[in-house]
């Protein structure tokens, strides 16, 4: 194996995708510091409160994305160490979406999460993040930094640059969601099989993407407020990480518009199908009929989320 198919490929593991209600992803690079303790942290904090209101099974997926430091012994170990709980997979290739698409494409659980190595947010919206996907209330679930209810730590640059950031987002790209960058986020398995495979984006753009995907093809997103508190040993590269983001929302700006001709051509010809047939009214004029076509060809509810086939 060699080239660009290594790089999206999972080259080496300790543990396989079991059938558990959700698994947890960590995408990390170069967390050796702090990976043992937010592991053990969360799968403390999952330990107590699984036979709690809402139980649910799951798993801990810690996903390294190419680190040069003892990042991958440490979760190689950790998943030895707790077999039952939590799994590694090594990334030949950097890249916070990458690691997420390969971890989540590979899992069998009902629903598919991520957060942060630091714990940024704080774990005890966790069961907000999983139960409102279980329960069939949601197709996306996502953490808000940016509600009036959140309670939010972090320095002014970082406020206004992802103030400023969200704020293009609904008034470029038509973005319903407030947040588009918490690192706390999951989706229902048949959402992420509809959605991955159409995310272009390896990087931080992901999140974005997928929301933006998400929203296009008519799911249901839950967006809910958390306690987060700013990680002050960030490795995150500012100025590079918002050009490949406005990058990314040029590209997706394109993208939006292609989907919504493609879908306008599709309803314009459905209309001509009911008028050649002498048929008025209907489903052309209904409510669903400004919605994704499902793969039997009828318009998508919203208890039925749809690939994004305008793509």
């Not at 009929?289 to 989320?305: F, L, R, T, V």
Request: charged content about 25%; hydrophobic content about 40%.
């Amino acid at each position: 194996m060699d080239g660009p198919q290594m790089l999206s490929t999972i080259v080496e593991r300790v543990g396989t995708p079991r059938r558990v209600d959700v698994d947890i992803v960590v995408p990390v690079y170069n967390e050796q510091e702090q990976l043992s303790a937010s592991v053990i942290t969360l799968t403390n904090y999952l330990s107590r409160t699984r036979h709690e209101e809402f139980p649910y099974t799951w798993n801990i997926v810690v996903a390294d994305n190419a680190s040069t430091d003892a990042t991958w012994p440490i979760a190689a170990q950790l998943a030895s160490q707790y077999p039952d709980l939590v799994r590694a997979v090594k990334i030949a290739a950097k890249g916070r979406g990458r690691a997420l698409k390969l971890a989540w494409g590979e899992s069998e659980a009902k629903v598919v999460a991520y957060m942060d190595a630091d714990l940024s947010t704080d774990i005890r919206s966790t069961n907000a993040l999983i139960w409102a996907l279980l329960r069939g209330g949601a197709d996306v679930a996502t953490g808000c930094r940016l509600c009036d209810e959140s309670e939010v730590t972090r320095s002014l640059k970082r406020e206004v640059i992802s103030q400023t950031y969200n704020a293009l987002l609904r008034s470029l790209l038509g973005a319903a969601f407030r947040d588009a960058q918490c690192g706390f986020k999951a989706m229902t398995a048949s959402a992420a099989r509809h959605l991955l495979p159409y995310i272009q984006d390896d990087e931080w753009f992901f999140d974005t993407e997928m929301l933006l995907l998400a929203q296009a093809t008519n799911m249901r997103i839950y967006e809910f407020p958390v306690h987060w508190v700013e990680d002050a040993g960030t490795t995150v590269n500012i100025p590079d990480t918002i050009a490949k983001d406005l990058a990314g929302m040029w590209r997706m700006s394109r993208t939006l518009k292609l989907m919504r001709r493609r879908q306008t051509n599709r309803m314009e010809s459905l209309r001509g199908a009911y008028s050649q047939h002498g048929i008025s009214g209907g489903a052309a004029n209904s409510d669903d009929a400004g919605k994704p076509e499902n793969s039997q060809g009828h318009p998508a509810s919203a208890s039925s989320p749809t690939k994004p086939s305008a793509l």
